[in-house]
């Protein structure tokens, strides 16, 4: 079964404005990873959070993890359209497998 | 592009054809990853291979479902007798598995569709 939780599952902006997605997972973790996933594609790494790290940043970037809620968010600041995509967060038990989320369609209007 | 490579791209079978997947890890990756992704739905771990061996397989992987890594280098993924609830995309997945190499890279996955 799958690990996390997305919230929202379907998320629509203007392009410009900051995207919020949050993601709450059940069991301890080793670390937590955020994907992207264009439509029929593969995915696409974005940044990876300890879990003795509380917040990262890459470009346009920013994820925070709250171990003792264990959830986390990824914000994306002043959007493109190319940022219109489904976005998973995947986290890493002891057994060094990902266990995904069911992911947030994010879609940026231009 | 991630680097990890996965042949073919696209497979349309018939019901009871067996099809296979390849997948070429990122060079001296030791981890490999199969998922498999269903529409809508974010992709579900089936295996996992340190080096040659496999470490771990999920209860998704039934016995119709085998997986190798005969030299620790790319693996293949065979579906024998496949039925039409085998449509999904498959994506391998490969990592170094130490610090930083915890990154999990994907590959751009292979659509499988059984008519």
């Known amino acids: 079964s799958q690990q996390g939780e997305e919230d929202p599952q379907a998320l629509s902006i203007q392009e410009g404005e900051n995207a919020t997605m949050n993601c709450s997972y059940k069991t301890s973790i080793n670390n937590l990873q955020w994907y992207r996933q264009n439509s029929g594609r593969g995915l696409v790494h974005l940044i990876l959070i300890r879990s003795n790290e509380r917040e990262k940043h890459s470009g346009r970037l920013r994820v925070t993890l709250d171990t003792s809620k264990k959830s986390s968010s990824l914000l994306i600041t002043a959007s493109r359209a190319a940022d219109t995509a489904s976005y998973f967060c995947?986290?890493?038990?002891?057994?060094?497998?990902?266990?995904f989320g069911t992911g947030t369609r994010l879609t940026v209007i231009p | 592009d991630t680097g990890v490579s996965q042949d073919p791209r696209h497979k349309i079978t018939k019901r009871g054809q067996n099809v296979t997947f390849r997948c070429d890890p990122i060079s001296e990756h030791n981890r490999l990853y199969w998922y498999r992704q269903t529409l809508g739905q974010g992709p579900e771990f089936l295996t996992y291979f340190q080096n040659e061996a496999q470490l771990e397989k999920s209860r998704l992987l039934s016995d119709r479902f085998s997986a190798e890594r005969p030299k620790g280098s790319f693996s293949t993924l065979e579906i024998q007798r496949t039925e039409q609830g085998d449509s999904a995309m498959y994506l391998c997945?490969?990592?170094?598995?130490?610090?930083?190499?915890?990154?999990?890279?994907f590959g751009e996955g292979s659509w499988l569709t059984v008519v």
């Open positions: 995947a986290t890493i038990t002891g057994a060094n497998n990902l266990f």
């Open positions: 997945a490969s990592s170094l598995g130490q610090g930083d190499g915890n990154t999990i890279y």
